[in-house]
């Protein structure tokens, strides 16, 4: 039998019981290849191809299957009945997934409806009982979806465009965004990575013309745009080393990106100081405009002169972004979207803010670098193995400095300081070869007594707080340059020099107005003073500068002599550098200004609805910087479903995130990992289809890279494996754990619209489209029975969590199953699987019946206001809905983790949850989507709803009658 036809049948099916598709499909074709008239071959065969998620291959080998059994004379009823079966599904999935297309379906529209009927017309007997039924019943399921056939794809769209509203996060009951402007990394370009640690080098040399003439650079959370400033002189210097031709033919698009607009607006300011100082040709005005760039950047007061030219440009960028179309540098682009919200930030600059001199500084502590390291080593909630990687630095700097001395290029070794004059590159390699180990502790003491000196300008300001002028404008502040050499050399001032200095100060400076925004720093709750928490190393920023200077060699450009004022000298340096960069790059660049969040900004381009951007600009991108957003949104999950596919599946292609939210809770890069995901860094290429380019998570840098996708089935978890993590995932989203305080704060806003996406993802990603669709058809039930159990204590969650088990047991998750409605009901169309409803199970409502609600926040019963036990900015509220009396809510409240393992009461149907909402203010309104039939039927019954916290399953609010909510509409064009 061995070669035969039936000997790779029965070795197919050993390969089949398995789980081997792949290597079944080989044996069964090969049977099917040597016996063509045997219908059983090709069914085998399309039972494997169907396991494989090639519905294509599966239904056409039914089909063969089928042809050979109706020309035959005993009928086979059972395999007619398997196969129709399999053919039901397979046009449900094929066609939802894209596998099957309308051409292909009309082309064997006669022969499946031969297939259905003749199935259909099989007598039911006691042994064929269940697939009797299940034929009825599949065939119902392709039958309902056929009239969706013709207009698919139009209907694909809108599905996903509505569903693109839903927020994949938990909201937090404060909408108040956080203002902070000056941030904390390194300055790097991303053309050599992330930073001076973490090379990933793009070398434009090496890039064909059609891939020089469309880079793309995404900036999600883009800060201060320190990167950008940075990237622009590294495209500079690579620009210069191009050929003639591929200079003409590059083009780099970079999106800058923020969620709050105030940060672009002051980004938008530095960038039009810039266009100043490429334009100006007075020697003092750019030395004005200089310090005007310093003192924005990076000071929290400056003179006078320096506001008033910062204030000239606010006035001058608002009076251009108010033109039609706005009136900008050809390098800039606003996105039409964006305008108001920085328009509002630019009014309220434009004003005086009521802010003193005196106010800002009394707010302002300088922290030197350094003092409280000891402190933040003790605290409380710091991670053991984080505590072992800051003590353990020093190693890591020696190997830094190691690494450094070994890579020097030639020409730089052979004039390094600790070398004799004119040595050869061999003898410098042997010099550093023989004395390595002495070069390195040198090194490491230069960096030591760095660390421990004061520089003169330190010291001056720990007696001024304001940076000290460059010279040419030093005339202007009468006696800092005796200050300053007091100060530099530890001696007092009298008491009249000292009051006639901060009297100068005090009424010749001004607050640096970029560093308060018209909401977060005027509410009074979040800044008491009316002053932002100003607790930093003003030095900090501008160190970056000077180690991004001194990498890219910019300090021999620099002008001499200003040794007393080395922060303007090397802010000057850096932002001059910027200046020419753009000079030269004019014609070669677009900086394009985005509002928004990372993952809604990014799913409006991939569905093509960013209809105020030109059709021109990227949707894909080469490289993503994403500062550290990812601490505030889920981390490696939310990196991996909804950024990485915005990458280009290139070589060079890498999006990157670093750790700074709570980097002192972690033990080690794989527990952050798991924390995230509930996978290891090893699995998430098996699960999530990435690439793990740099996992450094907490002490550098987090870096994924794109693949092409779908990937084969076989380089993927198994359905096992894929069922038991989705569980788990789904488990821990809906009775999620708890953050520790600050510093240690860890973020995990997933919700169920995450969730959906993330079903969504792993089709991409190559798991077939029934595996999805028959996991969620039992989470549709109303509950599952699982061993798997939810975290609830403090976050991180320890890697001996993916062990954890308890005793099988029943959950209940009709709770969620009304948002669980909502959500398929909205994105049902644009599904890349089939929605296979339980039997029992009502229909779900049409799209146009998703609409939007809004309640007027009830203050809660307690006598505390909701930010009192925990930050209103934590992203943990919920609603929950149910029937009254009001007094059961906050005893619902707290029983609802018993409810989810099984509890009876409440009954289902008597309450419900919902964690994707529309938005949340608990001085004002909440807003949900739901079906409004669903809503008019709870209106009979007088439902009530509440906002809960999900971490504490503590009310915020207290209950609001259905008799207060109010019908809003859809709530967008979609």
């Not at 033919?249 to 300011?269: E, F, G, Q, S």
Request: charged share 25%; glycine share 6%.
């Amino acid at each position: 039998m061995e070669g035969s036809a039936a000997g790779y049948k029965d070795k197919g099916n050993v390969a089949f019981k398995a789980g081997s598709m792949a290597e079944a499909a080989k044996l069964y074709a090969k049977a099917e290849k040597l016996d063509r008239s045997d219908p059983v071959y090709p069914s085998n065969l399309s039972a494997a191809l169907y396991e494989m998620g090639d519905y294509l291959g599966s239904m056409n080998a039914i089909l063969r299957s089928w042809r050979l059994l109706r020309s035959r004379s005993d009928s086979k009823p059972d395999l007619i009945l398997r196969l129709s079966i399999r053919l039901a599904k397979a046009l449900c999935n094929g066609f939802r997934s894209g596998a099957i297309s309308q051409g292909v379906l009309e082309e064997h529209v006669t022969d499946t409806k031969d297939v259905e009927e003749t199935a259909l017309e099989q007598p039911s007997t006691s042994s064929n009982a269940a697939a009797s039924e299940e034929v009825v019943r599949v065939w119902k399921d392709w039958r309902q979806m056929e009239p969706d056939i013709a207009g698919h794809d139009v209907a694909a769209h809108r599905s996903l465009s509505k569903f693109s509203h839903f927020s994949i996060y938990t909201k937090t009951m404060d909408p108040t965004l956080e203002f902070y402007s000056i941030g904390q990394d390194d300055v790097m370009s991303i053309l050599e990575g992330w930073g001076p640690h973490d090379r990933y080098p793009l070398k434009l040399s090496d890039l064909s013309s059609d891939r020089l003439s469309n880079l793309a650079f995404f900036f999600g959370g883009v800060g201060d745009a320190r990167h950008i400033h940075g990237s622009l002189i590294g495209l500079h210097h690579a620009f210069q080393k191009l050929n003639k031709p591929k200079r003409s033919k590059l083009h780099v698009h970079m999106t800058l990106l923020d969620i709050h607009p105030a940060m672009l607006a002051r980004d938008l300011c530095i960038f039009m100081l810039v266009n100043e100082l490429m334009e100006c040709t007075d020697s003092t005005a750019q030395t004005e405009i200089r310090a005007t760039l310093m003192y924005t950047f990076a000071g929290v007061v400056m003179p006078r002169y320096c506001l008033e030219r910062l204030k000239q440009v606010v006035r001058d960028l608002r009076s251009r972004l108010s033109e039609a179309p706005p009136r900008l540098p050809p390098w800039i682009y606003v996105v039409k979207d964006s305008i108001p919200g920085i328009l509002t930030i630019l009014d309220y600059w434009a004003l005086p803010i009521n802010k003193t001199t005196t106010g800002i500084l009394e707010a302002h502590d300088y922290v030197v670098p350094g003092e409280s390291s000891a402190e933040l080593l003790s605290a409380p909630g710091m991670g053991s193995t984080f505590k072992d990687m800051v003590t353990n630095k020093s190693e890591g700097q020696r190997a830094v400095i190691s690494s450094f001395l070994n890579n020097m290029p030639d020409k730089e070794l052979m004039n390094a300081p600790f070398l004799p004059r004119n040595v050869t590159a061999a003898e410098a390699r042997k010099f550093v070869k023989d004395h390595h180990e002495k070069l390195v502790d040198v090194m490491m003491d230069g960096f030591e007594d760095q660390s421990k000196k004061l520089t003169g300008e330190q010291k001056w300001y720990k007696r001024t707080k304001v940076f000290f002028p460059p010279s040419e404008l030093r005339k202007r502040h009468a006696g800092f340059d005796e200050a300053f050499r007091l100060a530099k050399a530890g001696s007092k001032q009298s008491q009249a020099a000292k009051k006639k200095l901060t009297n100068h100060i005090k009424n010749d400076w001004e607050v640096n107005i970029t560093l308060f925004d018209n909401d977060f720093t005027e509410n009074t709750a979040w800044c008491p003073t009316g002053y932002p928490s100003l607790d930093m190393d003003p030095f900090g920023p501008i160190e970056m500068f000077h180690l991004f200077n001194k990498r890219l060699q910019l300090d021999a450009k620099a002008t001499q002599g200003e040794n007393d004022a080395r922060t303007f000298q090397t802010s000057s340096t850096f932002f001059g550098a910027v200046a020419e960069a753009i000079k030269a790059l004019t014609r070669h660049i677009t900086l394009e200004f985005l509002v928004g969040g990372i993952t809604e900004e990014l799913a409006k381009m991939t569905l093509k609805v960013d209809h105020t951007r030109p059709d021109s600009f990227p949707r894909l991108y080469t490289r993503m910087w994403l500062s550290n957003v990812q601490d505030y949104t889920h981390g490696v999950m939310n990196m991996t479903a909804f950024i990485v596919p915005s990458l280009r599946c290139e070589a060079e292609s890498a999006a990157a995130t670093n750790c700074l939210l709570n980097t002192g809770s972690w033990n080690g890069d794989e527990e952050f990992c798991y924390t995230y995901t509930l996978l290891t860094f090893a699995d998430l290429p098996r699960y999530l289809g990435c690439k793990v380019i740099c996992k450094e998570a907490v002490m550098a840098v987090l870096s994924l890279g794109s693949q092409p996708l779908p990937r084969p089935l076989s380089e993927l978890a198994s359905r096992e494996e894929l069922t038991t993590w989705l569980t788990r995932v789904l488990l821990y989203t809906v009775v999620p754990g708890k953050s520790k305080p600050a510093p240690y704060k860890i973020r995990l806003p997933h919700n169920l619209a995450a969730f959906v996406g993330l079903l969504i993802h792993l089709h991409r990603v190559g798991f077939p489209a029934h595996w999805l669709s028959e996991f969620l058809k039992g989470i549709l039930s109303g509950g599952i029975a699982t061993d798997l159990v939810p975290y609830r204590d403090f976050y991180p969650i320890p890697l001996a969590d993916a062990h954890r088990r308890v005793s099988r047991r029943r959950l209940r998750l009709d709770p969620w199953l009304v948002e669980l409605e909502t959500l398929l009901a909205t994105v049902q169309a644009g599904l890349p699987f089939p929605i296979t409803l339980p039997t029992q199970a009502t229909p779900l409502p049409p799209l146009e019946d998703i609409v939007l609600f809004e309640a007027e926040a009830e203050p809660p019963v307690i006598a505390r206001p909701p930010w009192a036990y925990t930050s209103p900015f934590d992203p943990v509220i919920n609603l929950l809905f149910f029937r009254g009396p009001a007094s059961r809510a906050a005893s619902l409240v707290s029983s609802i983790p018993a409810i989810f393992e099984g509890r009876a009461d409440p009954a289902p149907g008597s309450m419900f949850v919902l964690t994707s909402l529309e938005s949340v203010d608990w001085r004002a309104t909440i807003r949900w989507r739901m079906s409004r039939v669903r809503v008019e039927r709870m209106r009979r019954e007088e439902w009530y709803m509440i906002a809960y916290r999900v971490d504490i399953y503590e009310p915020s609010t207290g209950p609001v009658p259905i008799s207060r909510w109010t019908y809003i509409g859809d709530g967008n064009d979609a």
